[in-house]
């Protein structure tokens, strides 16, 4: 079954810890985006990635880090310098095709909640 | 700047039909439309790129207007299943894409 994992499916941390959240998918897709998701409000864009070894920074970048090493994978690391970290954190990847954007498949989400 | 849309929420009765607007301050390239339900992931319903056109699928259909930047879902003869949460994503000429902060749908028997 093709698809996009995301784990842990809830992720409890202290204040001030780094946590890395996982994201695979077997869809042979070159691209991969993180969004994170608040109540009540749409998807904000993290980081996303279009080839291995690179990556470009969302509209939300501070506070995160990313890396994609392979391309089927592209964990994504919640700093202590991230502000508010409680939050829904989903995963998509995607073809590459006309611009960077195309149609996005997505993963479960990994609930973080920081105490 | 992220896409606004609207209606914020809309309650229908099944069979009965809605409009969801999604409008941006920037110049497009394409729009995206996703659904999620609650709890679940977002599900791709439809892209449309620049040229004005109008996309469907079954029951649910969207058009695009690059020259007013704005978008709209149309959902005909609604049933239980279109409940979820609607989200526009836009793309602009820099290739940056932004979501807006959505609209719940719910249908009613």
């Known amino acids: 079954d093709g698809g996009i994992t995301q784990s842990p499916k809830y992720l409890f941390r202290k204040e001030g810890q780094n946590v890395t959240l996982s994201c695979e998918q077997n869809l042979n897709h070159d691209a991969m985006y993180w969004y994170r998701q608040d109540p009540g409000q749409g998807l904000r864009l993290i980081y996303y990635s279009q080839i291995v070894n690179d990556f470009q920074k969302g509209d939300i970048a501070e506070g995160y880090s990313v890396s994609r090493e392979k391309k089927e994978s592209f964990p994504l690391t919640v700093t202590s310098a991230q502000k508010n970290p409680t939050a829904f954190y989903l995963c998509?990847?995607?073809?590459?095709?006309?611009?960077?954007?195309?149609?996005?498949?997505f993963g479960p989400g990994t609930r973080l909640t920081v105490l | 700047q992220q896409p606004v849309q609207s209606p914020q929420a809309v309650i229908l009765r099944e069979g009965e039909d809605a409009v969801i607007n999604c409008s941006s301050s920037?110049?497009?390239?394409?729009v995206h439309w996703y659904r999620q339900k609650h709890g679940e992931a977002p599900v791709f319903l439809m892209i449309l790129l620049k040229g004005g056109e109008q996309k469907g699928h079954e029951k649910i259909s969207a058009s695009f207007n690059e020259k007013k930047q704005q978008s709209s879902l149309y959902l005909t003869a609604s049933q239980l299943s279109y409940s979820g949460t609607y989200f526009c994503g836009t793309v602009n000429n820099n290739n940056d894409m932004r979501f807006g902060a959505g609209t719940r749908l719910t249908v009613k028997p």
């Open positions: 998509a990847s995607s073809i590459l095709g006309q611009g960077a954007f195309n149609e996005q498949f």
């Open positions: 920037k110049a497009l390239y394409s």
